[in-house]
């Protein structure tokens, strides 16, 4: 019976203590109010609403501008992706003003293209501001093709084969679906190289954008050779990191 008593006693002493005002917590409190005060009066100055609503649709047009290449479900056509830098949501915006936002989206496929739209019109404005912006001018994409080859872990061929993936993904037949893939996916690399030049034409410099996947051989509409681009960096035989 004595423990019981013992034990009420303790926890009667540390809820006193809880809630007793700790005077250095209160002190500490205190100051980081200040700080943000005096940061937010120098903030002013810069009217970062306006600049924040200007780079938003800035990045909006260019968004939009590469979104319209891909092939979107017809719910999402014409596309009219919005962008927020105040709290980072990604939305398409219907006729009738609603807002399906990016995880509400349906397919995989909507969300690689909101994606990489996204990226690369971020990636367009930074470039856009020059020596003022210090964020690199490279991207790195992994694997955006498991979108369409989502058995990619299968695939251990010595070199990347239209009828090896079609058995892999689809079983026997289906050589039309496969066809869609693979048209789909020189699509989206066609639009990453296209977007190089725009951006070298725009800015001066081309940006690097650096692209792991095992699709391979591709056709590109922009009529650039795909093996310039891949420039030998294969690893399907010798792996990420090179011994020799």
Known sequence: MNGIYETKARLNLLIDNLTEPDEGVEEELSAIRK??????RKLTKY???????????????????VAKHF???????PTNLHFSFEDFTLY???????KIYLRSMGSGANWLYSHVSLFLALHRY????????AIPSVLFFDQPTQVYFPNFRRDDAPEFNKGKIQEIEYGEGKSEKIDEDIEAVEGLFSQLSIYCKTVRQESGFSPQII?????DHLNLSDGIDFETLVNGNRWRRRGLIDPV
């Open 92 to 98: 398409h915006e219907t006729p009738g003003d609603k």
């Open 71 to 77: 092939p979107f479900e017809k719910g999402y056509k």
């Open 211 to 215: 692209v792991t996947d095992h699709a």
């Open 35 to 40: 700080s943000l005060s005096e940061v937010k």
């Open 126 to 133: 930074f470039a856009s501001l020059g020596d003022s912006c």
């Open 47 to 65: 009217d970062v609403p306006s600049g924040l609503a200007r780079a938003s649709q800035i990045v909006n047009d260019y968004m939009n501008d």
